[in-house]
């Protein structure tokens, strides 16, 4: 139990546009989602942190403008990665905790921009 | 903030012999400790945690220890096997605030 379901898990865009990735909790509810991104042969770096009905906490460094998230409810979050670059491509994975069972992550999204 | 280093960076073992990852951490708030194995392009698995108020956990080929004066833990891999290939992350967290601090991961190879 406690999934967090990722999607899309590949996506390859052009410069400029914009990709939203999804991470819905599937059979508990997630009141805070928290946002990592990895490059290559490297950890996985806190960009921010989502709570249902409010505004998302954003880690130093971190363009909120760029980097739009939205907690519309309990069960879904969303990662927009707006006007892309090329050095936005990585592996983007949220994780949401569950209490006392400790954190379940998502499967994560190659984003590539070319 | 919390500042979690990881040693060492690759590990390479032949199967059946032992592994041992090290981290270190700075904010003393820092009261659970889980370790993650990340295959290439995958999420990252849990294998193991511990909470500050244990010493030392087991489960099976993996062990972990804690060290809260020290401000260290280890990762423990018994008669390691091939499968147990991956990178592994430390990572620190302050249960209330939620908050994960990563290692900066260990590539480790087990050769068959």
């Known amino acids: 139990g406690a999934v967090v379901s990722q999607h899309p898990s590949r996506v390859i865009c052009k410069s400029g546009t914009s990709v939203k990735i999804e991470c819905r909790s599937l059979d508990f509810q997630a009141t805070t989602m928290f946002w990592y991104r990895q490059f290559p042969k490297q950890s996985l770096m806190l960009m921010a942190t989502s709570n249902e009905g409010s505004k998302a906490t954003y880690e130093q460094g971190v363009e909120k403008d760029k980097f739009l998230i939205n907690h519309a409810s309990l069960t879904l979050s969303t990662l927009t990665v707006t006007s892309a670059h090329p050095e936005d491509s990585s592996f983007y994975i949220c994780s949401a905790p569950r209490g006392n069972y400790g954190y379940t992550f998502g499967s994560g999204t190659r984003l590539t921009v070319v | 903030g919390e500042n979690v280093e990881q040693h060492p960076s690759t590990l390479s073992v032949q199967e059946g012999d032992s592994a041992v990852i090290k981290c270190t951490y700075s904010?003393?708030?820092?009261?659970?400790f889980p370790w993650y194995k990340q295959e290439l392009g995958k999420r990252p698995q849990l294998i193991i945690d511990?909470?500050?108020?244990?010493g030392e956990k087991k489960d099976q080929r993996i062990a972990v220890t804690l060290n809260k004066t020290a401000k260290h833990f280890s990762l423990h891999i018994t008669e390691t096997q091939p499968e147990d290939s991956a990178v592994y992350f430390c990572a620190a967290v302050e249960y209330n605030f939620n908050k994960f601090y990563f290692g900066s991961g260990t590539k480790l190879n087990v050769k068959p």
């Open positions: 511990i909470r500050s108020n244990v």
């Open positions: 904010d003393s708030a820092s009261n659970y």
